[in-house]
């Protein structure tokens, strides 16, 4: 059974960081990537995804940010994340604990030996046209394995060798805001929080087209003139906290879904 939405809703139509509210206004909205959350009072986890950067053939950046946000697809669609009671995955208690505090994604990169160590790690290994991101089940804020902790987790960037050119007009959409600058790694993050958001909405049917379908998606940095329109949509908006580069509250993500936005009769 997948976990009902419910449990991350906080007023009106939201879900966690999904806001419906001006987004000229600074002032963020309770939620899973928010400052004053009622979530902070859970025990903290962080979802790890670790991307292999070889340094003579790094992956294009897009293609790294689209393989992320299908890694935490498929880490909440797995069996070993779902389930209660006697039918509770292996991974499920930590999936649930982690979606119910604050939401917390950090990517490392790891080459040659450290991705091998990596890979031997319980998790799962995703991979796009050329990227390979490998997710591991949520760990306490201070619990990571030591062969992730090690890995470095600033200064991960990467580029797109070409234009990576139109979204698939049939696939959901994880539109960048074109205003801020982020690093690939917190652009990978950015659009895990996106992803999740949109499968938070989603009904069970829904879900699981999507899954069936191998969680085709695109990322893609919007038109300037497009940003404001999409983040008043009703869209799932994703909000940062602030912890890293981006101020407090800043809109970075629009998840657009053909179902989503079927409802807005859009």
Not at 125 to 137: L, S
Request: aromatic residues 6%.
């Amino acid at each position: 059974m997948i976990r009902s939405a419910k449990n991350h809703r906080f007023g009106g139509w939201q879900t966690g960081g999904v806001s419906t509210q001006d987004t000229a206004q600074d002032t963020p909205s309770a939620g899973p990537f928010h400052d004053e959350s009622p979530r902070d009072e859970a025990p903290q986890y962080v979802l790890p995804l670790v991307v292999h950067i070889e340094k003579a053939e790094p992956p294009a950046r897009t293609d790294a940010l689209e393989t992320a946000a299908r890694a935490v697809l498929v880490m909440l669609s797995d069996e070993r994340s779902r389930g209660e009671g006697e039918n509770e995955g292996e991974w499920a208690r930590a999936v649930r604990d982690w979606q119910d505090a604050r939401i917390r994604k950090v990517v490392r990169r790891a080459r040659g030996a450290e991705w091998r160590k990596a890979s031997a790690l319980p998790g799962i290994t995703v991979t796009g046209k050329a990227a390979e991101v490998r997710v591991f089940p949520p760990v306490p804020l201070d619990g990571w394995p030591k062969e992730l902790a090690k890995l470095q987790v600033s200064g991960t960037d990467l580029d797109d060798p070409a234009d990576p050119g139109a979204p698939d007009p049939l696939a959901p959409v994880l539109w960048l805001n074109p205003e801020l600058d982020m690093s690939a790694g917190k652009a990978m993050a950015q659009a895990g929080h996106g992803a999740q958001l949109a499968w938070w909405e989603l009904t069970d049917a829904e879900r699981e087209a999507w899954r069936s379908g191998g969680f085709a998606l695109s990322v893609r940095v919007a038109e300037r003139a497009a940003w404001r329109e999409l983040t008043l949509s009703g869209l799932p908006v994703v909000r940062d906290a602030g912890f890293t580069e981006i101020a407090a509250g800043s809109c970075t993500v629009v998840a657009e879904h053909v179902a989503l936005r079927g409802r807005l009769g859009g």
